[in-house]
Nanobody, 128 residues
Framework: EVQLVESGGGLVQAGGSLRLSCVASGFGYDDYALGWFRQAPGKEQEAVSCIDTSAGTTYYADSLKGRSAISSDGAKNTVTLQMHSLKPEDTAVYYC?????????????????????WGQGIQVTVSS
């Protein structure tokens, strides 16, 4: 059974930085995708970023492009999202997501229905 456990959220002032981490367990092989979605109150789930853990290919949504970096540590089955220059509109619950199939990841990664596994979510609040 795949499990995703997030950590690192919290309260930060606008312009500050925050690092989110997600530990994945239960994937039976080395090549899978991990990523992050977010959901603000009253809004739909929004893709943030993802990574093919074997190839190292990364993808970013426009919302945090240039203000974030995603990386994975295969040995520790961990994906990290480093965010900086945070804005109040980045306030949301951030979810770690996982998927076993990475083929054509670029075509579907922004679709929440394409991700098989979700963490419980972690709150990120950016104060103005």
């Amino acid at each position: 059974e795949v499990q995703l456990v997030e950590s690192g959220g919290g309260l930060v002032q606008a312009g500050g930085s925050l690092r989110l981490s997600c530990v994945a367990s239960g994937f039976g092989y080395d090549d899978y995708a991990l990523g992050w979605f977010r959901q603000a109150p009253g809004k739909e789930q929004e893709a943030v970023s993802c990574i093919d853990t074997s190839a190292g290919t990364t993808y970013y949504a426009d919302s945090l492009k240039g203000r974030s970096a995603i990386s994975s540590d295969g040995a520790k089955n961990t994906v990290t999202l480093q965010m900086h220059s945070l804005k109040p509109e980045d306030t949301a619950v951030y979810y770690c997501v996982g998927r076993s199939e990475v083929l054509l990841l670029s075509d579907f990664w922004t679709d929440p229905d394409q991700w098989d596994y979700w963490g419980q979510g972690i709150q990120v609040t950016v104060s103005s």
